[in-house]
């Protein structure tokens, strides 16, 4: 017997699969939710009361930018540090370490005395989403099989983003209700307080049905048609190398990547732009925290479908169509107004997000090899939750130039078609079934 055929017996005792794994499934979706209630709590309050309340003046644009400029570049690297460190220590203790960083975080916006207390409480944000919302990834495709990646995908994000969406309207009127900092508090407090306990109890360690994966890979115990891995990598890569195969050394990792940047624009511009718009044209928190919320539920909700489709029809053309409706739904904003017209701006940009989102991050579990797939998926989030802070430096900048945040609706517009077609020239069909490795 080979040590291939040796390690693949090892873990013969691992099934793969949603019914299998149902209830460590669902715990990864409550752990998801948990982390899209607490970045949400961050989204309607802050920026809208960036002004009155914490002290940046009228049209400070880089100021306001600022705190998400911070959240991209270090949610981006912890993405990256936590694909390799949950390799090492596990999905568990990265997902555990995530939650502690949170603790702080409720605190320091109840005594800010000024807007960098918000911009640190924003890093430590971003630390607790780069290592919490990656490891519920990672675990869910750990347990799931190649067939169900879609489907997985996207209950993760509808679950993780309907959390966003539900934050966003319960902190609006929990800020109404307490004061916008006490409101603040309570919310986070109780949210990071059950994510911990039900990490500590619940939520399993599921590194191992990775390890089985790849052994049975090995061994050629695998069933189904192969995916179409990329090849120019070693069995075991460095940090290095899988950081260089995503980022250019397979052009199709590298469209999935600078697709994934390019669409955080349109939540950078959600998170920082669309209050303030929003806040300008004369809506109170409450509407405010609707429209956001509308543009979260549609993306969110939609998910539960679009990764389910791109199971039938493949990867590529949801995430190109989605590419463009979502620019769509951006431009949309600015050409009519009302409640009613500015949430159905809100829904069409969430449903192209609802397209593209899963299946950025379904292409590339597709044809990364589960030996080195943790750390594929930190380096797909890296380039994509950077976005973040390229897309609110860039809004910024825009804004400022041309004295308006309308400016940077347009900026968004165009960077999303334009990534759009860079998908359609580069990118390709993942799904093992529909193009399947024949060498």
Known sequence: ?????????????????????????????????FVGLTIGMMRTVVPALAESEFGVAEGSFMLLTAFVVAFGVVKGALNFV????SERLGRKTVLMLGWVAAIPIPFMILYAPSWSWIVAATVLLGVNQGLAWSMTQTAKMDITRADERGFTMGMN????????????????????????????????????????????????????????????????QSTGPIPRYSKNISDTPSTWEVFTLMSWRDRRMAAFSQAGLVEKFVDALV???????????????????????????????SQFLTGRLSDHIGRRQPIIWGMWICGG???????????LWWSFAAAVTGLGMALLYPNLSAAVADIAHPNWRGSAIGTYRFWRDLGYGVGAFGLGIVAHIGGSVVWGFWFVVIAMFASGAVVWWWGEET?????????
């Open 82 to 85: 936590a694909g390799r460190l």
């Open 157 to 220: 994000e509808f679950s993780g983003y309907v959390g966003v969406a539900v934050a966003g309207i319960v902190t609006g009127y929990m800020a109404a209700a307490f004061g916008p900092r006490m409101g603040l508090l309570i919310f986070g407090l109780v949210v990071i307080a059950l994510a911990i306990v039900l990490t500590a109890l619940f939520v399993r360690e599921t590194l191992d049905w990775a390890k089985a994966e790849g052994a049975r890979h090995a061994a050629g």
């Open 431 to 439: 799904h093992p079934r529909l193009n399947p490795d024949d060498d």
């Open 271 to 301: 998170w920082v732009f669309y209050p303030v718009f929003l806040y300008q044209q004369g809506l109170s928190l409450a509407a405010i925290g609707w429209v956001v919320g509308i543009y979260g539920f549609v993306w969110g909700g």
């Open 329 to 339: 739904g951006v431009a949309l904003t600015l050409l009519g107004e009302g409640v």
């Open 1 to 33: 017997m080979t040590d291939h055929h040796k390690a693949a017996e090892a873990y013969a005792h691992l099934t793969h699969g949603i019914r299998e794994n149902l209830g460590q499934f669902g715990q990864q979706l409550i752990q998801v939710f």
